[in-house]
């Protein structure tokens, strides 16, 4: 396919050429407007289902225990009653249904721009862009490669140009230019010029968490009782399943918590590998693994925003290798749906998929991915735009791909397609028509011809004819050029001049004291 873009360069894009460019856009999407989802959730346990789940998880509580291996989360959930037999900790069930129902059922994340604020729990629904990936794959390079800065910044451009992208997740593609003490200066700088979207710190020790919660609060102007009144940003942890949490995340989750940030944990249970094969033992254990951390939040800070996120799938039992948007992992999605109203948490899970390049595999698994997360009940949906290869390759043209698909999601989700009032009915439409007109033409129809049907900005809907005409444009391709138009015509969003000044002061001042250590 890439000696087909080559020849075809100088054709455009077929339809998406075609689209391009009117006024300044490079397409016409859908405006920011985060969706609601008016489904209802998909419930594949019963209600004596959902209450065995619950036990088990409560039993490898009380039972197994989880092991902590940070030392002051031991100390806290110790002073707070759980039994500790050195890194163990067990707790009751009556205790963590207590500190669980201290947490919202829903919370507000405010970035620096306060018109992309966004609400996590109810029926919301946010969609976030791939996150960690070391490489990077595009139709122009044409192989897999280690992530830049540059490549980096390009996918930024396209977390800020997409309305239907809410909030900024992880590292896009981790940059491995870039010294890893550093890294994270380098890109916040990045994320908080690039975009004005909700921020994400990765909990990986202190210097880490501290200097991006600074840059959160340099960004946005505010002194550090402002910054701790309402959350700014949030970080996600993941458990080292099986029954682990880890010193350095543990650490973030601490920190953030005290300082009342949201906080995601997001257990990684690979059903068959790190969690029973059977998927309502994995998602217990995921759900023990999540819970516990929630827990320990709501000692440190009773009422701390909190989600639960679901990452549960299988195993290819011939190689080992995770498989993603499989029927297993869209009915654990829903169960832990389920499980997460029950505790009244609000939920996180993923777009993901196992295929290696933007194909038909790609966007039908990240499809299933997506459609479960709708049927879940979903608030945060990670990783929506630009996955593969399992998390470890991130691609332009998937992300692109990608956002086609949640923009139908979105127009889905919009209630006029369902309104049954009298113009929706139209039986002065029908009856004008009759038996021997068509629609076409009437007024009704005229009124409404450029609103009524979702239009898309990458699929091409011309003939096969017309498509051969055009060029014979494969989707990917269409997305590559749209790419390169996007990040070519990028205008970062404002920030005022001496906010940067002092963001750019803050970086050379930490790179100068060493930044963050590398030893874990």
């Keep these: 396919m890439t000696e087909t873009l080559t020849k075809r360069k100088a054709r455009g894009g077929g339809r998406a050429g075609a689209r391009t460019r009117r006024g300044s856009a490079v397409i016409e999407q859908m405006p920011w407007n985060p969706p609601v989802n008016l489904d209802r959730p998909t419930e594949p346990l019963t209600e004596e289902g959902v209450l065995a789940i619950h036990d088990g998880a409560m039993r490898i509580l009380e039972e197994i225990g989880i092991a902590f291996l940070n030392p002051e989360a031991v100390e806290i959930l110790a002073r707070a009653g759980c039994t500790v037999d050195g890194e163990n900790v067990r707790m009751g069930r009556d205790m963590v249904m207590e500190w669980v129902g201290k947490a919202p059922s829903e919370f507000t994340l405010t970035p620096r721009n306060p018109d992309r604020r966004i609400t996590v729990g109810g ?20 192989r897999k490669v280690p992530g830049t800065r540059e490549m980096c910044r390009d996918l930024l451009r396209l977390t800020q140009y997409f309305n239907c992208i809410h909030f900024a997740g992880g590292y896009p593609v981790e940059p491995v230019d870039v010294h890893a003490s550093v890294r994270h200066l380098d890109v916040l ?6 975009t004005d979207k909700v921020m994400h710190a990765y909990s990986l020790g202190k210097e880490r968490v501290e200097d991006v919660m600074e840059m959160v609060r340099i960004s946005q102007g505010l002194s ?3 910054f701790e009144a309402s959350p700014r940003m949030y970080t996600n942890i993941n458990s080292t399943s099986p029954l682990k949490h880890d010193y350095p995340m543990m650490d973030g989750w601490i920190r953030m918590a005290r300082r009342g940030q949201g906080l995601v944990v997001t257990p990684f249970t690979l059903a068959g590998a790190m969690a029973p094969v059977t998927m309502a033992g994995a998602v217990a254990q995921s759900l023990a693994e999540a819970l516990c951390a929630v827990v320990l939040a709501q000692i440190i800070r009773p009422g701390c925003p909190v989600a639960i996120g679901t990452f549960t799938s299988n195993v290819d039992m011939k190689s080992g290798a995770p498989a993603f948007g499989t029927p297993e992992y869209m009915r654990a999605t829903q169960m832990t749906g389920q499980l997460a109203r029950f505790y009244g948490l609000p939920m996180r899970s993923s777009g993901v998929c196992a295929a290696n390049v933007p194909d038909g595999q790609a966007m039908w698994e990240t499809s299933n991915s997506l459609w479960a997360a709708v049927q879940s009940g979903t608030n945060m949906v990670y990783h929506a735009a630009g996955w593969l290869e399992g998390g470890l390759i991130a691609s332009p043209e998937k992300f692109i791909m990608d956002c086609e698909v949640l923009q139908q999601i979105q127009r889905y989700m919009q ?8 113009d929706e009915i139209a039986l ?9 007109g068509h629609f076409f033409g009437i007024q009704h129809t005229q009124d409404r ?11 091409d809907w011309k003939n096969y004819e017309g498509w051969e005409a055009a060029g014979g444009i494969w989707t990917p391709e269409r997305a590559h050029h749209m790419f390169k138009e996007i990040v070519t015509s990028f205008e970062p969003p ?5 906010i940067r000044e002092e963001l ?14 590398t030893d874990f």
Excluded at 428 to 436: L, N, P, Q, R, W
Excluded at 505 to 517: H, I, L, T
């Design 123 to 142: 029926r919301n629904l946010l969609f976030g862009n791939v996150s960690s990936p070391p490489n990077y794959w595009d139709l122009g390079i044409g």
């Design 189 to 194: 700088f990045d994320k908080l010029t690039l």
């Design 224 to 226: 550090w009782e402002e």
């Design 415 to 422: 209630p006029e397609i369902c309104a049954t009032g009298p």
């Design 428 to 436: 002065d439409a029908i009856k004008s028509v009759g038996t021997a």
């Design 449 to 459: 011809y450029s609103t009524a049907f979702y239009q898309p900005f990458l699929s």
């Design 494 to 498: 404002p920030l005022d001049i001496a």
């Design 504 to 517: 750019q002061d803050f970086v050379a001042r930490r790179k100068a004291e060493g930044g963050a250590p």
